[in-house]
């Protein structure tokens, strides 16, 4: 059984570029979750989806930040117009929907912006 | 803000026990105590969780007071692999909130040394 897969592993962008990181739950996971880890911090929870919901955005930056889960496909977060502020690790879980099982992570994408 | 206080840093002799220690003084009721590891540039993993009674699974050993106000994770034989930040998690299990961000701390960066 194949675990969370995250890709890109690693993303260069250009302030002002767009970023789309894809994150596809281990299978037969209907939740997933979205953290930041920011150089030498911890990571701080973003938002928590279910299939073509949002359950949780709290951790959501206001602006720039979206993120979707839809009936078909990976959940998906994009980021617009990046600034360096965003350069970070992106982390993916994904849990079953009994909720008896616990969060399982991908590898992370690492986000460097230039 | 995390519910639970750890060491910054410990160290530990390979092949000998690893102690972690963790402090939740203000657990409630129906809280439960996880804790995960982060092994370098990887995305974190479950050690394991417990109540209030003592749990062991093929990773680790969880002990728990009996006030409930603190707890040990105990890595019996570690090895270089071991070497990681381990964090201490108090939350409602996943099975009794709807809502099941995680919320990590700053966790205890844990050198193995050979």
């Known amino acids: 059984n194949a675990g969370v897969m995250q890709n890109p592993r690693h993303l260069v962008r250009r302030r002002g570029q767009e970023a789309r990181l894809r994150c596809s739950p281990m299978k037969g996971h209907s939740h997933v979750y979205w953290y930041r880890q920011l150089p030498e911090e911890g990571l701080k929870f973003m938002v928590y989806?279910?299939?073509?919901?949002?359950?949780?955005e709290s951790g959501m930056p206001k602006e720039r930040f979206s993120a979707e889960f839809p009936k078909e496909g990976p959940s998906i977060l994009r980021i617009q117009q990046v600034v360096r502020g965003d350069s970070a690790a992106y982390f993916c879980a994904s849990s079953p929907p009994n909720g008896r099982e616990e969060q399982y992570f991908g590898p992370g994408t690492r986000l460097t912006v230039t | 803000d995390a519910k639970t206080t750890q060491p910054t840093s410990m160290d530990c002799a390979e092949g000998r026990a690893a102690n972690l220690p963790c402090n939740h003084s203000t657990i409630s009721g129906n809280e439960y105590v996880y804790w995960y590891r982060q092994i370098h540039s990887q995305g974190p993993q479950y050690i394991i969780h417990?109540?209030?009674n003592n749990e062991t699974n093929e990773m680790a050993s969880l002990i728990i007071t009996e006030d409930r106000k603190s707890s040990t994770l105990i890595l019996p034989h570690a090895t270089l692999r071991d070497t990681a930040v381990y964090y201490c998690?108090?939350?409602?299990?996943?099975?009794?909130?709807?809502?099941?961000?995680?919320?990590f701390g700053k966790g205890t960066r844990l050198h193995i040394l050979p």
């Open positions: 998690i108090v939350r409602v299990a996943p099975f009794m909130n709807r809502d099941d961000k995680i919320i």
């Open positions: 989806l279910q299939k073509e919901n949002i359950i949780d």
């Open positions: 417990g109540l209030k």
